[in-house]
């Protein structure tokens, strides 16, 4: 895109994770349906889609603890389109149990029959209807110099899989560390396994483009979502060590989280391997550089999630049970974006900067330029005014009714305690409780905000069962979909008169 999101045209759009989808086979896809989903939003005069990180999850499901920061998730491979070409047979596919309904994953059942599934159609390429073509460019997608964190990828899971899906810092020495010769032996012993794992990544990045393509051609941009961390247990943290705060075994030395606060007593351990800031610095950023540029390659705008860690970060020693003894550490600041500035040229980034902020990463979020976030259910505190309140917003700025983080919104104004309902009810005009939902969206748009972002859930006003996630939780959460009949004319006329009153409309 070449530019930052911070525009003089007003602008609107929609989030909605691939996985929330309703194609078919138990989960959202890069199918006909996400196709059908660019199309509605164009009706509608959308001009973004804003997704969630596409890389493969593990443990848990969540979209933020990844076994790679570079791969994509095989689950929104197009079992339709391998139909279609060859790879598979509509038998094969009806014949597999993905679990789940129209409105709910079972991440279980997809784990266990999907990997079999794309299988059949890896060992039946020589079947395909274009056979060479499809030989052709994955052997071209193998040797290609962006892909350079492919192999470790792919060996990383072979290798995952060989353990019976243990953590790598449990396995046997030579690999655990990294040695040659048992990196060799494992290589060559599990050649055809690591094959497979490229192809599918071949087959996500091929399919994810061409839907993207789809969607620019319309003038529908996609927002992406890069965390901050990887995940400890991902190909990343084993296959460069020397990135993280690990010890000489790479056991991580402290961990990631965010320390007690009003939400949390005990606060916030994610245990996520921190980065040795002072080493990426020599290097001029480079694995940064790379990771950014790969986002770049996927989407037209990114959502840096947790950026308030550049500007200082929370250190929690490992093997601690909670987050209660750590400490703030300085970052990398400003440097780290003045050299993707550098390299990569002007980005659109939207900065998540929620949560509580200091004088010190108010700075940088100015210095830097981009955008950050304001969330309308976090505006309503009847005890003192809030940043979050629609008359202090500026220009510069991307607002949401929630993230994916949040209740649905008509689920949120259920749950306000009296004093905030009372002054959201005052604020927003709300006579009546079931025009809740639509006033909140019309403060959003009314602002004087550039962007506008709603979930797709609070358009169709659902109540909590569709939340994406609540965090600090395991299970239950990254398995809400749209109902296949969900996206009617009446939504479209809705959205579409929204964008159109509030001077947002896409350009044709």
């Not at 094959?195 to 003038?219: E, I, P, R, S, V």
């Not at 921190?274 to 989407?299: E, F, P, Q, S, V």
């Not at 840096?304 to 490992?318: K, L, N």
């Not at 991307?398 to 959201?424: E, M, P």
Request: some cysteine; glycine content about 6%; overall charge neutral.
């Amino acid at each position: 895109m070449g530019k930052k999101i911070v525009k003089t045209k007003r602008k609107c759009g929609v989030l909605l994770p691939i996985f929330s989808l309703s194609s078919e086979y138990g989960i959202g896809t890069f199918s006909k349906e996400a196709y059908d989903f660019v199309d509605f939003l164009d009706k509608a005069g959308q001009s973004y889609w804003q997704i969630l990180p596409l890389g493969p999850t593990s443990y848990g499901d969540s979209p933020y603890q990844s076994f790679s920061t570079f791969a994509g998730n095989p689950y929104f491979i197009d079992i339709c389109a391998l139909i279609e070409e060859g790879l598979l047979t509509k038998e094969m596919a009806d014949k597999c149990d993905f679990g789940g309904s129209e409105e709910y994953i079972d991440y279980e059942k997809m784990y266990r029959a999907r990997f079999k599934l794309l299988m059949k159609a890896y060992n039946n390429i020589d079947n395909a209807r274009d056979a060479d073509k499809l030989r052709k460019g994955f052997e071209e997608f193998k040797k290609d110099e962006d892909n350079d964190w492919l192999f470790d990828y792919a060996l990383f899971m072979a290798l995952k899989n060989a353990n019976s899906g243990r953590a790598w810092n449990t396995w046997e020495e030579g690999v655990r560390l990294r040695k040659q010769a048992p990196l060799q032996e494992a290589a060559k012993k599990y050649e055809k396994e690591i094959d497979f794992y490229c192809f599918l990544q071949y087959l996500f990045l091929t399919q994810w483009k061409k839907l993207k393509k789809y969607a620019n051609d319309k003038g529908i941009e996609i927002i992406g979502d890069i965390p901050i961390y990887v995940a400890f247990d991902s190909a990343d943290t084993w296959a460069n060590p020397e990135l993280f705060q690990l010890d000489e075994n790479n056991d991580p030395i402290d961990v990631a989280g965010c320390p007690p606060d009003a939400f949390s007593a005990t606060g916030q351990l994610w245990g996520n391997p921190l980065y040795k800031w002072d080493y990426h610095k020599k290097t001029g950023y480079k694995w940064w550089m790379k990771r950014i540029a790969k986002c770049y390659n996927l989407y037209d705008a990114v959502r840096i999630d947790h950026f308030r860690g550049f500007d200082e970060y929370y250190a929690i020693p490992y093997g601690e049970p909670t987050a209660e003894n750590g400490e703030w550490r300085k970052g990398p600041g400003y440097d780290l974006f003045a050299t993707m500035k550098k390299e990569l040229g002007e980005k659109a980034v939207i900065a998540e900067d929620l949560g509580y902020l200091t004088d010190s990463v108010i700075e940088l979020v100015r210095k830097t330029g981009y955008p950050g976030m304001k969330v309308l259910q976090f505006a309503f505190d009847s005890r003192e005014e809030s940043d979050y309140i629609p008359h202090n917003y500026t220009k510069n700025c991307i607002v949401y009714t929630g993230t994916h983080d949040n209740d649905t919104t008509r689920s949120w104004f259920d749950l306000l305690q009296k004093a905030d309902k009372k002054y959201c009810r005052e604020y927003l005009n709300i006579k009546n409780t079931k025009d809740a939902v639509n006033a909140a969206i019309r403060a959003g748009f009314a602002s004087v905000s550039d962007t506008v972002i709603i979930p797709m859930q609070d358009y169709l006003e659902l109540p909590g069962y569709a939340r994406i996630n609540t965090p600090s939780t395991l299970g239950g959460n990254w398995v809400w979909r749209l109902k296949k009949d969900a996206l009617s004319d009446d939504l479209v006329k809705k959205m579409h008169d929204f964008a159109r009153i509030y001077g947002r409309l896409k350009q044709s």
